[in-house]
């Protein structure tokens, strides 16, 4: 199936606009109507780096799917009027918030019955990007963000890095795909519905990986996922990802890869998760 639809962030950005007015605030309580329609949500989940926004610019693309990203989305759940709103118009509310991924509680409490896609990527690659990525003021990722969001994380697990490893921002961003990786797990033990997605299979086989998707979604295939640069503007998404950009094959490997003492630091922090997503540490 192929649809010509294309995807509408700026009336998805005023219709989130229009559900904060007090009217909508005042016709139903936020919290039970979210829940009731949590199942016509899907959430794509996982760590910073590791894939999110091909994800869901390739989800958006079908006709039956529309949403906003963490950019746009003010860093927040789709709230009750979106869904109702995307609900009658036959389409799925899809919300990418990485940020999220280790507000278990939050998520479960508000939509309990949401698809979470977990993106999962190397984490070599994930950290080697996130060293990669830079902002305006001449700062990395890891280098801006790295270790609030480890300090944030380790309060959630309780079981915090040594400090040695702390002033090391290889370590720090292989912690932190760690914690993600591990929250994974706390969602499927919240009983919510979810489905880990690897970068690598994305991007070599993206039919094949992302059917299974949309069944569990109710949804058919369509071979605009197939084509989603079409069916999004230029605009920049988070990340400084363009909607309008194909899918790059080469991409499966960092920019500049990690060294092979690098590699080592991530793996001896990462073993265990590497191995339960078939991650070899060469």
């Not at 919290?31 to 899907?42: E, F, K, Q, W």
């Not at 003010?74 to 389409?91: C, I, K, M």
């Not at 069916?231 to 960092?254: L, M, Q, T, Y």
Request: aromatic share 10%.
């Amino acid at each position: 199936m192929t649809s010509s639809v294309r995807y509408d962030i700026d009336f998805q950005r005023k219709l989130l606009w229009w559900s904060s007015k007090p009217l909508f605030r005042r016709l139903a309580p936020a919290r039970p109507v979210s829940r009731i329609l949590s199942g016509r949500a899907c959430l794509v989940l996982g760590s910073q780096r590791s894939g999110t926004t091909l994800l869901f610019l390739i989800l958006t693309s079908h006709p039956k799917i529309t949403g906003l990203d963490e950019k746009f989305s003010g860093f927040d759940l789709p709230p009750w009027p979106v869904l109702a709103y995307n609900s009658l118009a036959s389409r799925r509310t899809l919300y990418k918030l990485p940020t999220l991924t280790s507000s278990v509680d939050r998520v479960v409490g508000w939509l309990p019955n949401a698809q979470v896609l977990w993106m999962v990527r190397h984490p070599y690659a994930v950290v080697a990007s996130m060293r990669t990525l830079r902002f305006a003021d001449g700062r990395s990722w890891l280098e801006r963000y790295g270790r609030e969001e480890l300090s944030s994380l380790a309060r959630e697990f309780g079981d915090a890095p040594q400090e040695t490893e702390a002033d090391d921002l290889v370590a720090v961003g292989a912690h932190i795909w760690k914690y993600k990786m591990r929250s994974m797990t706390r969602f499927i033990e919240k009983g919510m519905a979810v489905r880990s997605i690897r970068y690598e299979d994305l991007v070599d086989e993206p039919e094949q990986t992302l059917k299974p998707a949309l069944t569990a979604l109710g949804l058919e295939w369509s071979d605009n996922l197939l084509e989603h640069h079409k069916f999004h503007g230029s605009e920049r998404h988070a990340g400084n990802s363009r909607g309008n950009v194909p899918i790059d094959r080469a991409r499966k490997e960092a920019r500049a890869p990690l060294s092979p003492r690098e590699k080592e630091i991530v793996a001896g922090v990462c073993a265990a998760a590497m191995t339960d997503f078939a991650y070899g540490k060469a």
